[in-house]
């Protein structure tokens, strides 16, 4: 993949341009959900990659290009392979992108490095931004995100608050359960959770549960338990609206131009192996519409399928 991917239909961010600012799968956290594969790199920060970053200009060039080729994008969106602000020079890049388009930037991040002056301006500079909160306390944090030595949850969660006052910010909190790795969802994590969010006060909570299959054994929490979940945080948090992450809206896919969706499903395939429910979610076509063109995908040699827990989950070929 390069630096600039889709746009793909997202379903926080609409048709989302998406923006992969550092050189390969590196990330300062190793989560127990992460479904970027084994192959990624674990870091403390920006000094330990050895590999170039793509300059800002080089970003500003593709998005541009892009922008030049699709008509409706919601947000351009710096995400990726990895943890984003990993780039020492994604405030530039921000400013660059800016000098030429209106459309909005947002920045999903691990919130890891927020702590950090130069990132926090970067995502200050952002018109929203998704950061992760999975755990109130430090036990919880380093079973379920595994982070580089010597992050503390507690002083990222206080860069998140100052952030909040800044820039709108949806916190996502992904939650999971595991036999082996345990879960963020008993009462007193979530109470931790909550504490949390009580102090950052974001414009928005997305509650989160892994649809797909990581490479580790980690189980997607069931809809009852999120739909619990969410009325507990809502009762403890007044004013703040918690939202279970929402399925894309059917109304999208008039966006979606016929010929287009084939490359949509590649696209979305290449971030992430999915089921056709996922793809039907994603894309707001009718399931037997997908089932037709997986097929044809298939037949071409361009997908392949691996079953997952009973479920039969749709990969890319390698070429
Ligand atoms: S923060 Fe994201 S990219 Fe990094 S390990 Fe966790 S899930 Fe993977």
């Known amino acids: 993949m390069g630096i600039i991917y889709g746009p793909v239909p997202s379903r926080r961010l609409g048709m989302s341009l998406g923006i992969d600012p550092i050189p390969r799968l590196t990330c300062t956290f190793d989560c127990v959900y992460c479904q970027l594969g084994k192959k990624r790199y674990k870091v403390h920060g920006p000094e330990e990659v050895r590999e170039p970053f793509p300059s800002p200009a080089e970003i500003a060039d593709g998005v541009k290009q892009a922008l030049a080729h699709h008509a409706h994008i919601d947000y351009i969106t710096f995400s990726g392979s990895g943890e984003p602000t990993l780039n020492p020079k994604l405030g530039e890049a921000v400013g660059k992108i800016r000098e030429f388009t209106d459309v909005p930037i947002a920045l999903i991040t691990n919130s890891s490095l927020l702590t950090r002056p130069d990132v926090f301006a970067a995502a200050a500079s952002c018109d929203l931004v998704l950061p992760t909160l999975d755990a109130g306390d430090q036990d919880t944090f380093v079973r379920i995100n595994r982070p580089a030595y010597g992050f503390q949850i507690d002083d990222i969660a206080a860069a998140i608050g100052k952030l909040a006052r800044v820039v709108p910010i949806w916190l996502e909190v992904m939650l999971v359960q595991s036999e082996k790795h345990g879960s963020n969802t008993d009462d007193k994590v979530i109470a931790g ?5 009580r102090m950052i006060k974001p414009h928005e909570v997305n509650l989160n549960t892994c649809v797909r299959p990581p490479e580790e054994p980690v189980d997607p929490v069931p809809e009852e338990k999120l739909d619990k979940i969410r009325a507990r945080m ?22 979606l131009r016929e010929e287009e969706i084939s490359a949509e499903i590649l696209r979305i395939l290449a971030v992430r192996p999915c089921t056709p429910t996922d793809l039907t979610d994603s894309l707001g076509i009718n399931p037997a519409e997908v089932g037709k063109y997986l097929a044809r995908l298939a037949e071409a040699g361009k997908i392949g399928r691996r079953a997952h827990k009973d479920r039969l989950y749709y990969t890319v070929k390698e070429e």
């Open 234 to 255: 809502e009762a403890a948090l007044p004013g703040i609206p918690i939202v279970v992450v929402p399925k894309r809206t059917k109304s999208r896919s008039k966006l």
């Open 193 to 197: 959770i909550i504490d949390k969010i």
